[in-house]
Antibody, heavy 122, light 108 residues
Framework: EVQLVESGGVVVQPGGSLRLSCAAS????????IHWVRQAPGKGLEWVSL????????YYADSVKGRFTISRDNSKSSLFLQMNSLRAEDTALYYC???????????????WGPGTLVTVSS | SSELTQDPAVSVALGQTVRITCQGD??????ASWYQQKPGQAPVLVIF???YRPSGIPDRFSVSNSGNTASLTITGAQAQDEADYYC???????????FGTGTKVTVL
């Protein structure tokens, strides 16, 4: 069974930094691209970032470009999101989501974690 | 990045058919995927591409595509289909992704 579990969400002050993690199991982690998606309280889904299966490609939403960095450690089946210069508008539940295609990236996110809550507030 | 627009809310009588639309320029070049999200839960992929359903998703969910519009149809809506539905796709740049604004489906 595919499982994704996010961690690292806390309350942080504006301008601060945070590193989120996503632990994966139940599939061959290093064969799939992984995405970060966030959802502000009471709002819709927002795509944040993508990393390819081999870390060769990374992409970001304009809203986080230059502040967030996505990375992965295939030896530990883990995904990370380094978040710097945090703003109030970054407050959200952050999900990691597995892409459905083998060694490719698509808009088909076939498994999601339960999410971890990041609150940016003074 | 480009946008995907959905109607905020629709309602459907139990057992009837409801169509949810998603509009955006990027849909002229890319298929949409559709996700169901119930309160307090993570989204679930229900259909993607031309008309592919992941294992466990009932066949009352189907999609159609025309021009800049993708449509999700629930034929014979059930009480458990009451949820928020989001479309997503690559945006016009092809290297970013975008979600639709979401549609709340109420089953009466």
């Amino acid at each position: 069974e595919v499982q994704l579990v996010e961690s690292g969400g806390v309350v942080v002050q504006p301008g601060g930094s945070l590193r989120l993690s996503c632990a994966a199991s139940g599939f061959t982690f290093d064969d799939y691209a992984i995405h970060w998606v966030r959802q502000a309280p009471g709002k819709g889904l927002e795509w944040v970032s993508l990393i390819s299966w081999d870390s060769g490609s990374t992409y970001y939403a304009d809203s986080v470009k230059g502040r967030f960095t996505i990375s992965r450690d295939n030896s530990k089946s883990s995904l990370f999101l380094q978040m710097n210069s945090l703003r109030a508008e970054d407050t959200a539940l952050y999900y990691c989501a597995k892409d459905s295609e083998f060694r490719s990236d698509t808009a088909h996110f076939d498994s999601w974690g339960p999410g971890t809550l990041v609150t940016v507030s003074s | 990045s480009s946008e995907l627009t959905q109607d905020p809310a629709v309602s459907v009588a139990l057992g009837q058919t409801v169509r949810i639309t998603c509009q955006g320029d990027s849909l002229r070049n890319y298929y949409a995927s559709w996700y169901q999200q119930k309160p307090g839960q993570a989204p679930v992929l229900v259909i993607f591409g031309k008309n592919y359903r992941p294992s466990g998703i009932p066949d009352r969910f189907s999609v159609s595509n025309s021009g800049n519009t993708a449509s999700l149809t629930i034929t014979g809506a059930q009480a458990q289909d009451e949820a928020d539905y989001y479309c997503n796709s690559r945006d016009s740049s092809g290297i970013q992704y975008v979600f639709g604004t979401g549609t709340k489906v109420t089953v009466l």
